[in-house]
């Protein structure tokens, strides 16, 4: 930093100690470091930096986050005060409703947040009619205490309170609580904060973030089932856990607000179906414009005073079940259904970048006329992308829907896109970079060598049926082609089971100057199946880069699967 600069920033720092008067306002040792990050360049600003709200982030608003985090706040005599869970005292995420004076929690992470500062603090959680159902079917949710999950809740009586710290010192914590089931299964609701707490604020809401991302789906979205142990168990709120939805994921990654309009079985045309037969009864766009569906939530949502940067739509899963008996006349009815609704998107978030997916769980025969839906809106904001379909190695949860793992793979790929919509850098992290690789088989002819090379799009596997080996192992060389690969640290991974007794050897390396290499590796020689992982660095970005592995040697046929290239740092 130049001595210019490290005057101003000085001077800044001095006139702020004699001209702004001291913050009543909480502020976390987290809110001091990601300023600090952005002050340096090391972390995009985001708005919870400007912490005296002039409209300029600098080392004014470190001086005043400092200044508030170390003043004692025990000064005083704490008094047990009774304060409302509404939007004056905290902030409000997702779809909310606030009536007699309970804070209702109505979609899948749905939540209030703020800082409580106090010697001991309690909640009062309130739930609706659906504590009266069946154990399975109860909301479900979770409190946050400097992010630390201390309540897990599947909510079976109207009303609890729950404490949140005690202790002989006043200290100031953020708390939030989220529902983590989705709007089919109730809503919950959070009624007032109990302190004994001698601050001016004891409760008051966490800054806005600079980002705000609206997800539209189903069940994928809710995260039905991410914590089942096991594919063949049913639905129960138990196993629903929003945090662990790759929409939460997505927007922890980006640092972003949220909101999720999801339901179970719902869909753009039809909802899920075992017959065939169209369900018009669990569709997403009629009741978009509502705070949920259900009553007493479904009353208008007010998308004027919450404004989205970004739009997430992922509905087509549960219209496969119905388009799929008869996709030529049932395709056209989605487009049109998808077109209609991207309208409705657009209307109410006329600002918004919106992005279309779908593919997780399959359903991958709607994804043209998803395609063609956007063409047909013709909106330069409106992209799409089809998303990779779950795998069985990567586990499943509930009815074969989405594991943890899958969750996490799908945020960061979302993240990704959504860096892309919007203009921001993405650091690739987590990325599979070989996904949308070019698969196939290069044989040396005049070695001897021959093979038949069959690429399955369906589970992204290549066979090769060797016929004749070559002279080396160069003869033949299975590839997956044209990576676009940032510097950083990857990891490679792919499934195969070499022929006994010959020594397979694979690398990364540059397509156009293939004698730099990145990594190389030789699998096992006993003829099992080998889950191959490799670890390597590229110090520099190559925008043509291939895996080759070097069968030419082989005389039997050989299976890659799941060949996956991740981006770790």
């Not at 600003?45 to 985090?69: E, F, H, Q, W």
């Not at 009303?159 to 109730?186: C, D, R, W, Y």
Request: net charge negative; with cysteine.
């Amino acid at each position: 930093m130049n001595r210019k600069r490290m005057a101003f920033l000085t001077a800044a720092v001095l006139s702020a100690e004699a001209a702004i008067p001291l913050h009543a306002a909480a502020v976390s040792r987290k809110e001091v470091d990601h300023l600090l990050k952005a002050l340096t360049v090391a972390a995009p600003p985001a708005a919870a930096d400007d912490y005296n709200t002039d409209g300029c982030i600098s080392a004014v608003d470190l001086t005043l986050m400092k200044r508030d985090l170390l003043k004692s706040p025990d000064t005083g005599t704490p008094t047990a005060q009774s304060i409302p869970a509404d939007a004056a005292h905290t902030k409000l995420i997702g779809r909310t409703l606030t009536a007699n004076g309970v804070t209702w929690l109505v979609h899948s992470g749905s939540a209030v947040e703020c800082t409580v500062t106090a010697t001991e603090a309690s909640v009062t959680i309130a739930g609706d009619s659906a504590v009266h159902a069946d154990v399975k079917y109860r909301p479900r949710y979770g409190i946050y205490v400097n992010d630390e999950l201390i309540q897990d809740v599947v909510m079976g009586e109207e009303e609890q309170v729950v404490p949140l710290f005690t202790g002989s010192k006043q200290q100031t914590v953020t708390v939030k609580i989220m529902h983590l089931s989705e709007a089919n299964n109730g809503a919950v609701g959070v009624k007032q904060f109990d302190v004994l707490s001698s601050a001016a604020e004891p409760v008051k809401a966490v800054p806005a973030k600079s980002l705000s991302i609206e997800f539209i789906g189903d069940s994928i979205t809710c995260a039905y089932g991410v914590e089942a142990e096991t594919q063949y168990v049913g639905f129960e709120t138990g196993t629903e856990n929003f945090s662990k939805s790759y929409a939460y994921l997505t927007a922890q990654l980006l640092d972003a607000d949220y909101s999720a309009v999801s339901y179970s079985g719902y869909g753009i045309v039809s909802g899920y179906t075992s017959d065939g037969s169209r369900q018009e009864g669990s569709l997403v766009p009629p009741v978009y414009g509502n705070i949920a569906k259900q009553s007493p939530y479904a009353v208008p949502w007010d998308f004027a005073a919450h404004p989205s940067d970004v739009i997430v739509v992922n509905l087509g899963t549960n219209d496969s079940s119905y388009a799929s008996k008869d996709i030529e006349t049932r395709g056209p009815e989605y487009q049109a259904e998808y077109a209609s609704f991207l309208k409705e998107i657009r209307q109410n978030n006329p600002d918004a970048a919106v992005i279309c997916m779908l593919g997780i769980m399959g359903g991958n025969e709607l994804y043209p006329y998803l395609e063609a839906a956007v063409q047909e809106v013709g909106d330069e904001k409106i992209t799409c992308y089809q998303a990779p379909t779950q795998k069985q190695d990567d586990g499943y949860g509930a009815d074969w829907h989405p594991s943890a793992k899958t969750h996490q793979l799908n945020a960061y790929l979302l993240a990704d896109k959504i860096c892309t919509a919007i203009g921001r850098e993405s650091s690739k992290i987590g990325i599979d970079l070989a996904a949308d690789g070019e698969y196939g088989v290069d044989i040396d002819k005049e070695s001897g060598a021959n093979a038949w090379p069959y690429f399955s799009e369906w589970d992204k596997s290549l066979n090769v049926n060797v016929s004749a080996p070559g002279t080396s192992p160069e003869s033949i060389t299975a590839y997956v082609r044209n990576l676009n690969l940032p510097a950083g640290s990857y990891e490679l991974s792919f499934n195969a089971a070499p022929q006994k007794g010959i020594a397979v050897g694979y690398a990364v390396r540059s397509m156009h100057h293939p004698e730099k290499v990145y990594c190389t590796g030789t699998m096992n020689t006993d003829g099992a199946e080998e889950t191959v992982l490799k670890a390597f660095d590229m110090p520099d970005a190559d925008d043509s880069c291939e895996i080759v592995v070097f069968i030419g040697e082989t005389s039997s046929p050989i299976t890659f699967r799941n060949v996956t290239l991740y981006k770790r740092a």
